[in-house]
């Protein structure tokens, strides 16, 4: 945890770096606090005129009013009556434009920043979605930018306007009487002191509520995802128990935080009292001995209340702000992930895309488990199968992660028609190669707008055409509301099988030049499984398909087998080849057709 210097700092440099972001914005800023100001002032406007008021009651023909050339009394209550109106008016007229001003401007904001956030999410690396929740991301886009718009819809004016305050009133004080003003100011360095105290204290215990927050949708997201396993293991109670611990420790974060704040409150009040019994006393002294002008002694006593009072609520304010900042540091952070996978590619495939992919000496490591590949060649002609096989964990899928850019190789290149791949923009490389992976995601929605997604301008009879390549139509064909089905989140609806289909559907549809399939008939039947090998068969002679596989008897057709182990490739050839040789694959095929 950052120390009390450091949060101190922090909280300040979060509202820098969020001015910063919010450039854009400066003409409703500087518009919503000139409201602001401008109403605080016609706010405290009226305990002057009640000090002029009585001014004129008591000294009549010899008040203030009096000297501006009202003559008579009744003049002078008549102008102060006509000059009330205005100022109240005119409060009222501020007050409406700025919260008009703050509220709007919050809302523009909270929402321009969860979209920047959410677009530079997704500009990321895999590798920072691997190391991170999504519990705690949506935390961050949902709930800190919801606690920052609080902040902004109330707790920027209230800062400003204690700040107008203590100005413009102690302007005041200063003018009808320095001794008095002297007296009452002298709380302020303890109110301010005390704030700041506050601030220093309360800073990181914000920081840990926002940590708690996340921690909390964390484990909402993975309980209500995971619901299934939940129940069949009968863990209900155990996860009820583990939610409860998660809520409880967030309780706990915001009691500590609560604690501070609530101690502010009563310190704060005596230091007021304090400056309020200074101006009452020394001031109604010096208006008994005629040093002081009665009506000039109601304005201080009036605006004492009205200069200290408010500071009572800067405790709120700051406890507002405290949080908010917490929650900007963690926008902010997010916004400032480097992205290490940059767009930066200017050219696209060469059309028509012939669909020749090659590995070049390709290496690349996890930083998290140092796991990876090393030194791969592979070369896969246009429309040729090449089938990677080998132990879980021996690198099949970094290679399909490195295709797809999901990051960048360490060393070597991989070319596509002779293209090196870090040359090409990411639309146009990832448009040319499906992807149908064995964790299949399905968006929730109907089957239809699955199905499209890759291509959403394609009409019904493509999608028929793509489900029947997949043997997915006769399932969807039999469904009460056929391409209308929905599919629940994440395809809750739909057996493993159907899932797999609807996938190979959807690559299908987006007609790429490069098909990879990542394990895609492992959640399928035998029978399914043969229907998507002919189904395979078809699309593969005008395509380029690269297939990860642990069932064997799912690659004996592709034109290239390459065993991976341990991150290398230690064998490669076509089926028979590799049968005839007393190899890694030969010794996994025997064991798969009962040989051994």
Not at 69 to 85: H, K
Not at 189 to 208: E, H, N, S, V
Not at 263 to 291: D, K, N
Request: contains cysteine; charged residues 20%; proline residues 3%.
């Amino acid at each position: 945890m950052p120390s009390h210097s450091q949060t101190h700092a922090s909280s300040f440099a979060a509202l820098g770096r969020l001015l910063r972001y919010a450039r854009g914005y400066r003409r409703q800023i500087i518009a919503a606090t000139t409201c602001s100001i401008i109403n605080k002032l016609f706010d405290i406007a009226p305990e002057i005129l009640i000090g002029v008021a009585i001014d004129v009651v008591v000294n009549q023909e010899q008040s203030f009013v009096a000297g501006l050339g009202f003559e008579t009394a009744r003049e002078q209550i008549t102008v102060l009556a006509i000059l009330t109106f205005f100022i109240w008016a005119g409060e009222s007229l501020f007050e409406y434009l700025f919260q008009i001003l703050w509220r709007n401007l919050a809302q523009r904001l909270q929402s321009d920043l969860r979209q920047d956030a959410y677009e530079h999410a997704q500009r990321l690396d895999m590798s920072f979605f691997e190391a991170r929740s999504s519990g705690q991301l949506v935390a961050t886009m949902n709930d800190d930018v919801n606690q920052l718009e609080r902040f902004l819809d109330g707790g920027a004016n209230a800062m400003i306007q204690v700040l107008v305050t203590v100005v413009a009133v102690g302007a005041v004080f200063f003018v009808i009487s320095p001794t008095v003003a002297l007296l009452a100011f002298t709380p302020i360095p303890l109110i301010i002191w005390g704030a700041f105290y506050f601030q220093r204290k309360a800073g990181p215990l914000y920081a840990d509520v926002r940590e708690k927050v996340g921690d909390l949708s964390s484990r909402l997201a993975n309980n209500l995802g995971g619901i299934a396993t939940i129940k069949s293991f009968t863990a209900e109670q155990r996860e009820a128990e583990r939610l409860k611990a998660s809520s409880e420790a967030y309780v706990d974060a915001n009691r500590r935080a609560i604690r501070i704040s609530s101690a502010f409150i009563p310190v704060i009040r005596m230091a007021i009292l304090a400056g309020f019994l200074a101006t009452f006393t020394v001031g109604g002294m010096m208006a008994l001995e005629g040093t002081l002008n009665v009506g000039a002694y109601g304005v201080l006593v009036f605006l004492t209340q009205r200069l200290l009072w408010p500071l009572t609520g800067l405790a709120e304010v700051i406890d507002l702000f405290e949080r908010a900042m917490a929650s900007t540091r963690r926008i902010l952070n997010l916004l400032a992930e480097p992205v290490h996978v940059r767009d930066e590619g200017g050219k696209d495939l060469a059309q028509p895309v012939k669909g020749e992919v090659e590995f070049r000496n390709l290496s690349f490591h996890y930083p998290s488990s140092g796991a990876g590949i090393r030194d791969i060649s592979l070369n896969v002609p246009a429309g040729n199968t090449l089938a990677l096989v080998g132990a879980t964990g021996s690198g099949k899928s970094t290679l399909i992660k490195l295709l797809l850019r999901f990051y960048d190789p360490s060393h070597g290149e991989i070319h596509i028609d002779g293209q090196p791949i870090r040359d090409i923009n990411l639309k146009s490389l990832r448009g040319a190669i499906g992807l149908v992976s064995q964790d299949v995601y399905l968006f929730e929605g109907s089957i239809r707008e699955n199905l499209a997604y890759g291509k959403p301008d394609a009409t019904d009879e493509e999608i028929i055409e793509a489900a029947k390549t997949a043997e997915a139509w006769s399932f969807i064909e039999a469904l009460p509301e056929g391409l209308g089905t929905p599919v629940g989140e994440r395809g809750v609806r739909l057996s493993g099988g159907q899932r797999q289909r609807l996938s190979l559907a959807r690559a299908l549809l987006k007609n790429p030049p490069i098909l990879v399939l990542d394990e895609a008939t492992s959640a399928v039947d035998n029978e399914t499984e043969a229907a998507i090998q002919r189904s395979l068969r078809r699309i593969g002679h005008n395509r380029t398909v690269i297939m990860i596989a642990h069932r064997l008897s799912t690659i004996v057709d592709a034109d290239t087998i390459a065993v991976i182990e341990n991150g290398r490739v230690v064998e490669q050839g076509n089926h028979e080849t590799l049968l005839s040789k007393d190899g890694a694959y030969r010794a996994q095929w025997r064991v798969q057709t009962g040989q051994v």
